[in-house]
């Protein structure tokens, strides 16, 4: 098993654009999530989903959506890019259920905005 | 609001010698706290849980929940130990299956030869 796959690897966009990043779990995970980290901070949490739901939303502005397909994979959506949102976009994808649950990290997705 | 704070952006130690880093944290409930660790060209990666109270790598963590801290520690450091740390926490019963992750913002341990 390759792990969880992100693609694009690298992406360059403008201000105002839009962009949508890709995720595929680990085979047999049902949960994904995805996290922000800018350039010398931690990942920051943006959205939870399992069985194609939202199940967690961290402080992130509408802009930012996702949505989880019937085979697990996701997509993250950003729109009306700022300069602030260039960042490593993480996924990870972990099993669901009581107990604890280890979140296993994608390479990332580098997003820089022009 | 739950918070980790990482003091250190950077530790540098001398092969042999003892690590500490350091990790503070907030949180109104029972947090669980985790140490995160990216070696370089390499993804995050799960080092150890507070709950498993386990040693990985020779890496310990103890949490003091008077003094709300989660320090790493390891007494003799491997130049294989060079990486970025990461404290993390998620708070305990956000719903099953639900790990939402805090994460502090790094530090960077540098082990000399």
């Known amino acids: 098993d390759a792990g969880v796959t992100q693609s694009p690897t690298h992406l360059i966009k403008t201000r105002g654009q839009q962009v949508t990043l890709r995720c595929s779990p680990i085979s047999g995970h049902k949960s994904v999530s995805w996290y922000q980290q800018v350039l010398g901070q931690g990942p920051q949490f943006i959205f939870q989903y399992y069985e194609k739901e939202e199940r967690g939303r961290g402080n992130f502005p509408d802009r930012f959506s996702a949505r989880q397909f019937p085979n697990y994979s996701s997509e993250l959506n950003v729109n009306a890019l700022l300069l602030g949102d260039s960042a490593l976009y993480l996924c990870a994808s972990s099993l669901w259920g009581q107990g604890f649950n280890e979140q296993f990290f994608g390479p990332g997705t580098r997003l820089t905005v022009l | 609001a739950q918070r980790v704070t990482q003091p250190e952006k950077l530790l540098s130690v001398f092969k042999g010698a003892p690590v500490e880093l350091k990790c503070n944290y907030s949180?109104?409930?029972?947090?669980?706290l985790f140490w995160y660790v990216q070696y370089s060209r390499q993804r995050l990666q799960l080092l150890l849980r507070?709950?498993s109270r386990e040693s990985i790598k020779g890496f310990t963590a103890d949490l003091n929940k008077g003094e709300t801290s989660f320090h790493l520690k390891k007494p003799f450091a491997q130049e294989e130990d060079s990486a970025m740390y990461y404290c993390?926490?998620?708070?305990?019963?956000?719903?099953?299956?639900?790990?939402?992750?805090?994460f502090g913002k790094g530090t960077k341990l540098s082990v000399i030869p």
């Open positions: 993390a926490l998620s708070g305990l019963g956000s719903g099953a299956g639900s790990y939402q992750l805090t």
């Open positions: 507070h709950i």
């Open positions: 949180y109104s409930g029972s947090p669980e």
